[in-house]
C-alpha cells in the first residue's frame, strides 16, 4: 500500500513539473513572437482609413531665418499630387512642420505652436472621401484651441516612420475629434521653394481647403 502511495506521489510531482516546463516555453514562445507592424493608416471618430503614399513638401528657410518649411502630406490611392496640380477623390492626412535641417525633415517630436520654430508643427487636417476637382469633402482641421500633438518624426535611410497625432474639429463646427495617424516609408520630395509666393500660396489653396485661414 505505502508503495502504491508513493508511485502516485511521484506520478504526480511529474505531472507537475511537465504542466510546469510547458506553460513556460508557450510563455517564451508568446515573448519570443514579433508584435505586429502598425498599418499605414489615420483614424478619427472610430473609423480608419488607408493611407498608400506620401509627400514631403519643401517650402524653404522661414522668416526666422532658424527653420525650414517641410509639409508632410499622406494620402490613400486615387489621390496625385505634383509640383503643379492635385486631383483624385479619396483620404488625405497633412502636417505643417518646421524642421531644423535644409536638407532633410529632421528626425524628432514636433509639437504645436503658433509661430513658425523648429520642432514645431503650425497645422494639419484629415480629409476624407475628398473630391479635389469638386472640392467638396469631410473636413477635419486643426483645433488650434487644443491643438493636441506631439507629431513624432523618424528615419531610417530613406524610410520615414511617422507617428501622428492631433485634435481636429470637422467642417468649421466645434466638434473636437482626436486624430491619429501612422506612416512608415519613403516620401515622394516636390520642392517648391524655387517658385514664387503667389504661386507658393496658390498650389497649397489647391489642397488645403482649411476653413480657419
Not at 489615420?42 to 498608400?52: D, P
Not at 492635385?86 to 509661430?115: H, I, R
Not at 473636437?176 to 520642392?191: P, W
Request: net charge negative.
Amino acid at each position: 500500500m505505502m508503495k502504491t502511495l508513493s508511485f502516485t506521489r511521484f506520478t504526480a510531482q511529474i505531472g507537475l513539473i511537465v504542466l510546469f516546463i510547458s506553460s513556460f516555453f508557450m510563455t517564451s514562445c508568446k515573448k519570443d513572437e514579433p508584435e505586429p507592424e502598425p498599418k499605414n493608416e489615420f483614424t478619427v471618430a472610430g473609423q480608419s482609413y488607408t493611407l498608400s503614399k506620401g509627400y514631403l513638401l519643401y517650402w524653404g528657410l522661414n522668416s526666422d531665418s532658424l527653420s525650414v518649411d517641410w509639409d508632410v502630406l499622406l494620402v490613400s490611392d486615387g489621390i496625385y499630387f505634383s509640383l503643379d496640380s492635385v486631383g483624385g477623390t479619396g483620404q488625405a492626412l497633412y502636417m505643417d512642420l518646421n524642421s531644423s535641417g535644409n536638407t532633410e525633415l529632421t528626425p524628432g517630436t514636433y509639437m504645436f505652436a503658433n509661430q513658425r520654430a523648429a520642432g514645431t508643427f503650425v497645422d494639419a487636417f484629415a480629409l476624407i472621401a475628398y473630391d479635389f476637382a469638386a472640392e467638396d469633402g469631410i473636413e477635419y482641421y486643426l483645433n488650434t484651441d487644443v491643438p493636441g500633438g506631439p507629431i513624432v518624426v523618424k528615419k531610417s535611410g530613406i524610410i520615414y516612420e511617422i507617428n501622428v497625432g492631433f485634435n481636429a474639429n470637422r467642417d468649421g463646427t466645434t466638434q473636437n475629434q482626436a486624430v491619429s495617424g501612422y506612416f512608415k516609408g519613403q516620401l515622394n520630395i516636390l520642392d517648391f521653394s524655387m517658385m514664387r509666393t503667389a504661386h507658393k500660396q496658390a498650389i497649397r489653396d489647391r489642397f488645403k481647403s482649411i476653413k480657419h485661414q
